[in-house]
Structure formats: structure tokens, C-alpha cells
């Protein structure tokens, strides 16, 4: 079946631009994990979601990041006013609740110019 | 805070060495623990986990074994090849099952297998 998939795949900002990330989780998978990876560290933890409820957001890192699931499927990584810091490769994850099992989709190469 | 730290790369072995990556870990409770892999142009994928103290989780020749009195995970193969060339990432998640919870990860070994 189709897993997590990732659009658009490369993103290229001005800074003080705002962007969207979209992620499809695999079907039927109700939790949903968005994380950001800098070049050449592991991936961080930024937001989870159950269903469309955003349980823990404790790791997006100012408030111009922001994350919604309204239907609790699609999920959408938002990012207002754009920064150099916030070129990354911004991953999403699904998985089925309590697994232990994180499937990760392909992820999109923000890059802030 | 939680925190995993992994030996820094890359890592270059010939084909049919031995390989072990060391994964250390803090954390505050009793977290289960994984090793990913992402291989070339492709997405991370769980390689093995273990979610108690002396588990020991395998695949594909890979072993790790989870030592709570040294807080470590090392990653282990004894005959490596080429098509194991990749970046590998340990982890561990807090919340009982390791799901319902974001993962902390190391900052990954790239690992380079020479024919």
C-alpha cells in the first residue's frame, strides 16, 4: 500500500515568506508526528497529533510555527515569516496508536534564502 | 532532558567486517529504544527495537541489546556489505509502547561499506 507521503518535496523561501507543508499519513493511522532535521543532525521532535487533537506541541520552536489535522487525516506544517534558521528537512510520521512502529514519509527540503 | 548521543562518522569498513556503532542514552523514565536506518535517496525506517532491559532486537544481521546498568544500545553486525551503507540513527521514546510519543533521536552514523 501507499505509505507517508510528502509534498511538495523541495521548497524554496524568501525569507519573511510564508509556507505550507502538507503530509498524508498512511491510511488508518491515527497518530501523527511532524519533526525537523538540520543538515547533518538527527531528526527533533516538533508536534504529535491523535486524530485531529494536537496532544503535544512542546517542540515547535517559536510561534510561528504552526501544525493542524481538522479532519484527522491530512496534516499541515505551517510557517509563517520565514527564517534562515528554519532551512531543514522537515519529516512527517504515522503510525497506528501505541505501536512502536513510526513510518516516515520522504520529507520536504525547506531552504530560506 | 532526554538525550542520545552516537559515535560521530562516517564509518568506513571493508565488506565482511565487523560493525558496531555505540548509542548511549538519558532519560528521566524507562524509554524503549530503536535503531532507524536510512539508506540513500530513501525515507527512515525502523531497523530493530527493544522496549526493556536486556531485549534484544534483530533484523537483517543486526543486533542491539538494551544494557539499562551502562544506559546503551550498541548497534552490531558481524559480516557487514555494501548494500548496508547508510545513515544509522538511534532513538528512544519515552511513552509506554514508543508510539504514542515523539521520538529523541542521536545525530546518526553514516556508515560507508567498501567492497
Known amino acids: 500500500g501507499a505509505g507517508v507521503s510528502q509534498s511538495p518535496r523541495y521548497k524554496v523561501a524568501k525569507r519573511g515568506q510564508d509556507v505550507a507543508l502538507r503530509c498524508d499519513p498512511i491510511?488508518?493511522?491515527?497518530?501523527l508526528f511532524w519533526y525537523q532535521q538540520a543538515l547533518g543532525q538527527g531528526p527533533e521532535f516538533l508536534t504529535y497529533?491523535?486524530?485531529?487533537?494536537?496532544?503535544?506541541k512542546s517542540g515547535l520552536p517559536s510561534d510561528r510555527f504552526f501544525a493542524e489535522r481538522p479532519e484527522g487525516s491530512v496534516s499541515t506544517l505551517k510557517i509563517q515569516r520565514t527564517q534562515q534558521e528554519d532551512s531543514a528537512v522537515y519529516l512527517c510520521?504515522?503510525?497506528?496508536?501505541?505501536?512502536?512502529?513510526?513510518?516516515f514519509g520522504p520529507g520536504t527540503r525547506l531552504t530560506v534564502t | 532532558g532526554d538525550s542520545v548521543t552516537q559515535m560521530e562518522g562516517p564509518v568506513t569498513l571493508s565488506e565482511e567486517a565487523c560493525l558496531t556503532i555505540n548509542c548511549t542514552y538519558t532519560a528521566t523514565g524507562y524509554p524503549s529504544l530503536f535503531w532507524y536506518v536510512q539508506y540513500p535517496g530513501e525515507g527512515l525506517q525502523l531497523l530493530l527495537k527493544a522496549t526493556k532491559a536486556d531485549d534484544k532486537g534483530s533484523n537483517k544481521g543486526f543486533e542491539a541489546t538494551y544494557r539499562k546498568e551502562t544506559t546503551s544500545f550498541h548497534l552490531e553486525k558481524g559480516s557487514v556489505q555494501v548494500s548496508d551503507s547508510a545513515v544509522y540513527f538511534c532513538a528512544l521514546s519515552e511513552e509506554v509502547g514508543g508510539g504514542a510519543d515523539g521520538l529523541t533521536f542521536g545525530k546518526g552514523t553514516h556508515l560507508i561499506i567498501q567492497p
Open positions: 510520521a504515522s503510525s497506528f496508536p501505541n505501536s512502536y512502529e513510526q513510518y
Open positions: 491510511s488508518g493511522h491515527v497518530s
Open positions: 497529533f491523535q486524530n485531529e487533537a494536537q496532544l503535544d
